[in-house]
């Protein structure tokens, strides 16, 4: 989708469909609404006193204007009541908008700034929101399907109308960081939609290659001969029983000062997982093919750092690998020795994720790092304790995860932190290896964080178990059934942060 940014009036615009907010407290008409309330005979106020418009979230009513206006059509969104109303609420206003206007076979639409009666945040940061907003909302997946989605038209563009000279420059600021951002989004969900047996470690790879043509973006792959030489026991052992062969990914984003310590995205990303030898149960397998959704995540925010020319220097690492039982396959029982010289012993092989993950932490630390954070659906255990809509997060340093947790808060992707405490190594200590990589069933997701401590040495550090979050089972106004790609944009904000630019 196409997005521009211009100063214009509401009474004046040209567009297939308008979109307007209202408020479910609000008994009268916001003074900018009240010219085109005229135009239309009194419509918009009519709805008001009928109770047809409550101004109730995600309330949409639509009017057709008969040419009594420049604009063909008028959508009504409701935002709720004032004091409730967020910024992702206005995102999420702008995802059904989206989803409605394509509803009316219109390809293009135009909106005031929504909600800022009620926020008090800047022009830039509602733009960035209402455009991820309607970029999410009209996100689809049609590659496989032969009717192609039915052949319905798509929503093309959306142009943000700007009051003021004066807003007119941060809303095209705001409006160029949710297209990036978004479209990190959509990058992750399309990765992760692919089936298994398209998006192979290998493909992964070719991904990553499209993203050096951003510019300042060089890419290095490691084969397993590579891995094996450096001695990353987790990369081989978990890879062993495919036969697709593993790639360790490493994007470096350059746009910082030359001898800036990077910021390192960790991403784990497994194309398949099958459990290995400790076979998942057949139920929902097919939801395996998004275990790679960190990594797809990491790419999509090295990109949008890219796109926006953002001045840090970012390394983006992707374990990638797929997990099948075979001859070959790691056992339970087997002891893997790692990229910074501990041992593992291998007492589930479902639990793979945080041995691609420990080499990938390790070679983080192999480039003295400034701060490092790595994403991953990682644990059962999250889903158990979040449900669907936090995301879990550990770490090691207390104002990383402050910024993480602002960032999220900005995204709409919420974090909520768990305890990293010493005592709960216990769990993963084993009788014949450094440790074991499972801690049992209490505080699964803690446990599985504190392994990964092990492997980050003393620099700023922080985990996202996103496995409560990647996957939805059902549609939400910007947010899609199946991989969601959520964290992409808590990760492409805190980027933004990071770089001075909030």
């Given at each position: 989708m196409n997005c521009q940014v211009k100063q214009g009036d509401i009474n004046?615009?040209?567009?297939?469909?308008?979109?307007?907010?209202?408020?479910?407290?609000?008994?009268?008409?916001?003074?900018?609404?009240?010219?085109?309330?005229?135009?239309l005979g009194g419509q918009l106020q009519e709805l008001r006193k009928s109770g047809e418009f409550t101004g109730k979230n995600q309330q949409a009513v639509l009017i057709h204007t008969r040419k009594a206006l420049p604009a063909k059509r008028i959508l009504f969104m409701g935002l709720g009541k004032k004091k409730e109303v967020t910024l992702d609420r206005v995102r999420q206003a702008m995802g059904t908008a989206c989803k409605q206007v394509k509803k009316t076979g219109a390809q293009t639409f135009s909106a005031p700034l929504l909600g800022t009666e009620a926020l008090h945040v800047s022009p830039s940061d509602l733009a960035q929101a209402m455009v991820e907003g309607a970029i999410l909302g009209g996100y689809q997946f049609n590659?496989?399907?032969?009717?192609?989605?039915?052949?319905?038209?798509?929503?093309?563009?959306?142009?943000?109308?700007?009051?003021?000279?004066?807003?007119?420059?941060?809303?095209?600021?705001?409006?160029?960081?949710?297209?990036?951002?978004?479209?990190?989004?959509?990058?992750?969900?399309?990765?992760?939609?692919?089936?298994?047996?398209?998006?192979?470690?290998?493909r992964v790879a070719q991904e990553a290659k499209k993203i050096t043509k951003e510019g300042k973006v060089k890419l290095t792959v490691l084969e397993r001969k590579d891995q094996e030489k450096l001695g990353m026991g987790g990369m081989i052992g978990v890879s062993q029983g495919s036969q697709e062969p593993p790639k360790f990914i490493?994007?470096?984003?350059?746009?910082?000062?030359?001898?800036?310590?990077?910021?390192?995205?960790?991403?784990?990303?497994?194309?398949?997982?099958?459990?290995?030898?400790?076979?998942?149960?057949?139920?929902?397998?097919?939801?395996?093919?998004?275990?790679?959704?960190?990594?797809?995540?990491?790419?999509g925010a090295v990109r949008a750092a890219a796109r926006l020319k953002?001045?840090?220097?970012?390394?983006?690492?992707?374990?990638?690998?797929?997990?099948?039982?075979?001859?070959?396959?790691?056992?339970?029982?087997?002891?893997?020795?790692?990229?910074?010289?501990?041992?593992?012993?291998?007492?589930?092989?479902?639990?793979?994720?945080?041995?691609?993950?420990?080499?990938?932490?390790?070679?983080?630390?192999?480039?003295?790092?400034?701060?490092?954070?790595?994403?991953?659906?990682?644990?059962?255990?999250?889903?158990?304790?979040?449900?669907?809509?936090?995301?879990?997060?550990?770490?090691?340093?207390?104002?990383?995860?402050?910024?993480l947790k602002k960032a999220g808060e900005q995204a709409g992707e919420r974090v909520w932190e768990m305890p990293l405490w010493d005592e709960y190594f216990e769990q993963l200590k084993s009788d014949v290896a450094d440790m074991r990589n499972i801690g049992g069933r209490g505080g699964g997701m803690i446990t599985a964080g504190m392994f990964l401590s092990k492997f980050v040495g003393d620099y700023p550090w922080v985990h996202l178990d996103?496995?409560?979050?990647?996957?939805?089972?059902?549609?939400?106004?910007?947010?899609?059934?199946?991989?969601?790609?959520?964290?992409?944009?808590?990760?492409?904000?805190?980027?933004?942060?990071?770089?001075g630019h909030s």
């Amino acid at each position: 989708m196409n997005c521009q940014v211009k100063q214009g009036d509401i009474n004046k615009e040209a567009t297939e469909v308008l979109v307007l907010g209202g408020f479910e407290d609000e008994k009268t008409l916001p003074k900018d609404y009240q010219s085109l309330d005229k135009a239309l005979g009194g419509q918009l106020q009519e709805l008001r006193k009928s109770g047809e418009f409550t101004g109730k979230n995600q309330q949409a009513v639509l009017i057709h204007t008969r040419k009594a206006l420049p604009a063909k059509r008028i959508l009504f969104m409701g935002l709720g009541k004032k004091k409730e109303v967020t910024l992702d609420r206005v995102r999420q206003a702008m995802g059904t908008a989206c989803k409605q206007v394509k509803k009316t076979g219109a390809q293009t639409f135009s909106a005031p700034l929504l909600g800022t009666e009620a926020l008090h945040v800047s022009p830039s940061d509602l733009a960035q929101a209402m455009v991820e907003g309607a970029i999410l909302g009209g996100y689809q997946f049609n590659q496989y399907r032969s009717d192609n989605g039915n052949g319905a038209k798509e929503v093309r563009s959306i142009t943000l109308l700007a009051h003021t000279a004066n807003q007119l420059s941060a809303m095209k600021t705001g409006a160029k960081r949710g297209e990036a951002s978004a479209q990190a989004t959509s990058l992750a969900r399309d990765l992760s939609n692919h089936p298994a047996n398209v998006m192979t470690p290998t493909r992964v790879a070719q991904e990553a290659k499209k993203i050096t043509k951003e510019g300042k973006v060089k890419l290095t792959v490691l084969e397993r001969k590579d891995q094996e030489k450096l001695g990353m026991g987790g990369m081989i052992g978990v890879s062993q029983g495919s036969q697709e062969p593993p790639k360790f990914i490493i994007l470096e984003y350059s746009g910082g000062k030359k001898n800036d310590a990077p910021i390192v995205l960790v991403g784990k990303t497994v194309t398949f997982d099958s459990g290995g030898i400790s076979l998942k149960p057949s139920e929902n397998m097919e939801q395996m093919k998004a275990d790679m959704t960190g990594g797809a995540e990491v790419l999509g925010a090295v990109r949008a750092a890219a796109r926006l020319k953002l001045p840090i220097n970012l390394v983006g690492i992707l374990p990638t690998v797929e997990n099948m039982p075979g001859g070959r396959a790691t056992k339970p029982g087997d002891i893997l020795n790692m990229l910074n010289g501990k041992t593992v012993e291998v007492q589930n092989t479902d639990a793979e994720g945080r041995l691609i993950l420990a080499d990938g932490l390790s070679y983080a630390t192999r480039l003295k790092p400034k701060c490092v954070v790595d994403v991953a659906t990682l644990t059962g255990a999250c889903v158990v304790a979040l449900g669907q809509f936090a995301i879990g997060m550990l770490g090691n340093d207390d104002r990383l995860k402050a910024e993480l947790k602002k960032a999220g808060e900005q995204a709409g992707e919420r974090v909520w932190e768990m305890p990293l405490w010493d005592e709960y190594f216990e769990q993963l200590k084993s009788d014949v290896a450094d440790m074991r990589n499972i801690g049992g069933r209490g505080g699964g997701m803690i446990t599985a964080g504190m392994f990964l401590s092990k492997f980050v040495g003393d620099y700023p550090w922080v985990h996202l178990d996103i496995a409560s979050t990647d996957w939805s089972v059902s549609e939400r106004p910007y947010v899609c059934k199946g991989p969601t790609a959520i964290g992409t944009r808590l990760l492409v904000q805190f980027l933004i942060n990071r770089a001075g630019h909030s």
